[in-house]
């Protein structure tokens, strides 16, 4: 990505992480969630900008850890969708859909980070993958897409851990012992399909995402 895109994407998420702080946060709305959800998410795509093929080994591999780690908080937002359900848009006496300012703006507020993080995160996912292909000496199109698949398993376990277990990623640095215990534990019926339905949603996204990269080539 060039440093004029970069950019381009830090300020965005700047900008609407403080519309958040003070539009929804310091009003102490339901959505107040954003505003860590988004950092969170942020974090992975940030991380991803500033590794590179010929960076230093033990920092390009210290970068990947933190980036595995944070990354499922960037699809994660995913699940987040589910509370537009506290969005009710329609007249209980017409059954037509009103225009309320507070229920846009809520609806707004959640797509647009989601569609960011989710989006992003999946950029920062398929670049991390071509540069640890080429960190392994495997820089073929069918092993950059195994890495995308399996980095996406991982990251539906790891939204099934941030969203059903209430475990976020910092607490594999200061608790590990406790995190650990509690996601082994996990393990049942429900877990997996949830997590087996969340790869299929992640792999859709970044199916949808390469098709998109793969039409814009021909006119290059």
């Not at 900008?49 to 960037?74: C, D, E, G, I, T």
């Not at 059903?164 to 995190?179: D, G, K, N, T, V």
Request: with cysteine.
């Amino acid at each position: 990505m060039k440093q004029t895109s970069q950019w381009l994407v830090r300020t965005i998420f700047v900008v609407y992480m403080i519309y958040i702080y003070f539009f929804v946060y310091r009003v102490n709305s339901f959505y107040s969630f954003l505003l860590l959800n988004t950092f969170l998410a942020y974090i992975p795509i940030e991380l991803a900008m500033h590794m590179h093929s010929k960076q230093n080994r033990w920092v390009f591999w210290l970068f990947f850890l933190v980036w595995a780690l944070f990354y499922p908080n960037a699809p994660y937002l995913l699940t987040d969708l589910y509370h537009l359900a506290r969005v009710n848009p329609y007249d209980p006496q017409t059954n037509l859909m009103m225009f309320r300012f507070d229920l846009w703006k809520n609806f707004a507020d959640l797509v647009l980070a989601t569609l960011g993080c989710t989006l992003m995160g999946m950029w920062s996912l398929d670049y991390v993958a071509h540069l640890v292909a080429i960190r392994l000496h495997q820089p073929s199109r069918l092993f950059c897409y195994s890495l995308v698949a399996i980095f996406n398993f991982f990251s539906a376990i790891g939204v099934f851990i941030g969203r059903f277990l209430r475990l976020h990623s910092i607490y594999l640095i200061f608790e590990p012992q406790w995190a650990l215990q509690r996601i082994v534990q996990m393990w049942d019926l429900k877990a997996l399909i949830f997590i087996v339905s969340f790869f299929i949603i992640q792999m859709a996204v970044w199916i949808c995402m390469e098709i998109y990269r793969h039409s814009l080539q021909q006119f290059n």
